[in-house]
Antibody, heavy 120, light 111 residues
Framework: EVQLVQSGAEVKKPGESLKISCKGSGYTFSSYWIGWVRQMPGKGLEWMGI????????TYSPSFQGQVTISADKSISTAYLQWSSLKASDTAMYYCMRLSRGPNNWFDPWGQGTPVTVSS | QSILTQPPSVSGAPGQRVTISCTGT?????????VHWYQQFPGTAPKLLMY???NRPSGVPDRFSGSKSGTSASLAISGLQDEDEAHYYCQSYDKSLRIWVFGGGTKLTVL
């Protein structure tokens, strides 16, 4: 079974750094793009960026470029999303997902989500 | 403001048929990019419901169907059931922005 398992809930203060993870199993992790999506409380889905674990090629949404860093360690089938200095506005649920292959990508499966709370 | 436009809410009685629209532009849906749909229940991750405009993953009832025409797409749910109450999101790719884009989501209420 193809599965993505994310790290647990985080509670941080503004200005702190954070790195959350997404571990894939049941498939060749290095051969599929992994994406990240933000969902702020009571809001919709915002695509943040993607990474190809095979060579760590990364693409960011302009809305998130420079705000977060996406990385991956293919040796342990894990992708990461990190912040160097959190803001209260980063409070949200973050999901990772696997992109389908081909020219018209869909996202499946999704991780269970990592809730991040940033509060002083 | 989302790149793809969906109605914030739709509703229907059990057994009825409802449709959820997803309107884009000539840079995404109208540029021949396929539309995919996700279903999200409160407190859970979104799940793929429809891919490639009108293809259902294994396990998705055939009450769900999708279509696409021009710069818009639709998700139809027939024989509405209480368990269908959820949020639904459309998704495609935008060639001008070079990003994957979502609709703002539609909350389906079963009356």
């Amino acid at each position: 079974e193809v599965q993505l398992v994310q790290s647990g809930a985080e509670v941080k203060k503004p200005g702190e750094s954070l790195k959350i993870s997404c571990k894939g199993s049941g498939y060749t992790f290095s051969s599929y793009w992994i994406g990240w999506v933000r969902q702020m409380p009571g809001k919709g889905l915002e695509w943040m960026g993607i990474i190809y674990p095979g060579d760590s090629e990364t693409t960011y949404s302009p809305s998130f470029q420079g705000q977060v860093t996406i990385s991956a360690d293919k040796s342990i089938s894990t992708a990461y999303l990190q912040w160097s200095s959190l803001k209260a506005s980063d409070t949200a649920m973050y999901y990772c997902m696997r992109l389908s292959r081909g020219p018209n990508n869909w996202f499946d499966p999704w991780g269970q989500g990592t809730p991040v709370t940033v509060s002083s | 403001q989302s790149i793809l436009t969906q109605p914030p809410s739709v509703s229907g009685a059990p057994g009825q048929r409802v449709t959820i629209s997803c309107t884009g532009t000539t840079s995404n849906i109208g540029a021949n990019y396929e539309v995919h749909w996700y279903q999200q229940f409160p407190g859970t991750a979104p799940k793929l419901l429809m891919y490639g405009n009108n293809n259902r993953p294994s396990g998705v009832p055939d009450r769900f169907s999708g279509s696409k025409s021009g710069t818009s797409a639709s998700l139809a749910i027939s024989g509405l059931q209480d368990e269908d109450e959820a949020h639904y999101y459309c998704q495609s790719y935008d060639k001008s922005l070079r990003i994957w884009v979502f609709g703002g989501g539609t909350k389906l209420t079963v009356l």
